[in-house]
Nanobody, 118 residues
Framework: QVRLEESGGGSVQPGGSLRLSCAAYGFTFYYYIWTGNWYRQAPGKERELVATIPSKGDASFYADPVKGRFTISKDMDKNTLALQMNNLKPEDSAIYYC?????????WGQGTQVTVPS
C-alpha cells in the first residue's frame, strides 16, 4: 500500500522561503516510470498544478505564477519529492499536495498548509 508523508509547510512572511518534502512508502522510485507533481488548493478555488518532474531526466514544468520562484526536485535514493519555494507571496497560500503518478495509478498525500499573510 502506498503512503505519502508530506512535511515542511507553515506560515512565513512575504518574501520568505519554505521547502516542502514528500516521502513515498510502498512506491519505489527506481522501479517505475512516473511523474512527480505538486498541486495546491486555496480556499474556494480548484486544485491547480504547480510543478512537475519526470522520473527520467530533469525536464521540469512550472505553472506561470511560480516560475523563477519554485524549484521541484527528486531524490531517487531517498524516495522523496521536494518543492523549494522562494520569495513567497500571499497568493501562494494554499494546501500543497504531493502527487506521484505512474500510468493509471496516482497517489496523493494528505496535504500540507502553506500560509503567507498579506
Amino acid at each position: 500500500q502506498v503512503r505519502l508523508e508530506e512535511s515542511g509547510g507553515g506560515s512565513v512572511q512575504p518574501g520568505g522561503s519554505l521547502r516542502l518534502s514528500c516521502a513515498a512508502y510502498g512506491f519505489t522510485f527506481y522501479y517505475y516510470i512516473w511523474t512527480g507533481n505538486w498541486y495546491r488548493q486555496a480556499p474556494g478555488k480548484e486544485r491547480e498544478l504547480v510543478a512537475t518532474i519526470p522520473s527520467k531526466g530533469d525536464a521540469s514544468f512550472y505553472a506561470d505564477p511560480v516560475k523563477g520562484r519554485f524549484t521541484i526536485s527528486k531524490d531517487m535514493d531517498k524516495n522523496t519529492l521536494a518543492l523549494q519555494m522562494n520569495n513567497l507571496k500571499p497568493e501562494d497560500s494554499a494546501i500543497y499536495y504531493c502527487n506521484p503518478a505512474s500510468g493509471t495509478d496516482t497517489y496523493w498525500g494528505q496535504g500540507t498548509q502553506v500560509t503567507v499573510p498579506s
